[in-house]
């Protein structure tokens, strides 16, 4: 599963974005304004791709199996491997107040121009998305995140040597090997290795290399 977060307006001490899943407008989020200077519990996290797994520990995991009950919530989303940061979840909340780092979701959006951004109808927006989520990681699925700072989806990591040129890619564990995820396109990826037509990424996985310009 291929989860997007597209920010579009960054103002003020707040980032709202949009959370597409697989391609698909899902919710709006929110989350702290990224900065190039990292400050504790005030920071929303670089522009990348990371994976996401269920968290099974810490005290917004107990709080989440008490509110929604031990049948709905498996875990907290968890967005891992990004550097520098750790204990970055998808959560409830509404504004800047309510996240240090995470990413909050929500079914309204206020522009946070000349106000503070605010999201409204968080526990509705959560409720519709994390099942779908949760129900593929349970599933032993990967599940991966894009954080994008721009709208129109250029790809923008900084090691970046060739893009997917194919409307969709998937990328293996190995040559041939299962499939981990998938990769779209405009996709900027970093080659690290060629054997046999598959190139070996930065993410750890492979594709075919026909498929890359």
């Known amino acids: 599963m291929e989860l997007q977060v597209i920010r579009y ?3 003020g001490e707040s ?3 949009m959370l597409l899943i697989n391609g698909t407008f899902a919710c709006y989020t929110l989350e702290d304004r990224p900065r190039d200077r ?3 519990g005030q920071t929303g996290i670089p522009a990348g791709r ?4 269920l968290y099974e520990q810490g005290r917004l995991h107990k709080k989440y199996l ?7 919530h498996k875990g907290m989303l968890h967005i891992v491997g990004v550097p520098g940061f750790e204990g ?4 409830t909340g509404n504004t800047d107040d309510d996240t240090d780092g995470c990413l909050l979701v929500g079914d309204t959006s206020q522009v946070n121009i000349e106000r503070e951004g605010f999201i409204g109808e968080s526990r509705k927006a959560y409720q519709r998305i994390y099942p779908m989520i949760a129900n593929v990681l349970e599933l032993g699925e990967a599940v991966w995140i894009t954080y994008r700072d721009n709208i129109n989806g250029k790809p923008e990591p900084a090691e970046a040597d060739q893009l997917v040129v194919a409307d969709q890619l998937n990328f293996r564990a190995s040559p041939g090997g299962n499939r981990m995820g998938v990769l ?3 996709t900027g990826v970093e080659t ?3 054997r046999d037509g598959w190139s070996r990424i930065h993410v750890e996985g492979w594709v075919s290399g026909k498929y890359l310009g």
């Open 9 to 11: 307006s960054t103002s």
């Open 15 to 17: 980032a709202l974005g």
């Open 38 to 40: 990292k400050q504790y």
């Open 50 to 53: 990371y994976r996401v797994e």
């Open 66 to 72: 008490e509110r929604y009950g031990a049948d709905f």
């Open 88 to 91: 970055i979840l998808i959560h």
């Open 184 to 186: 779209f396109e405009n």
């Open 192 to 194: 690290i290795e060629q």
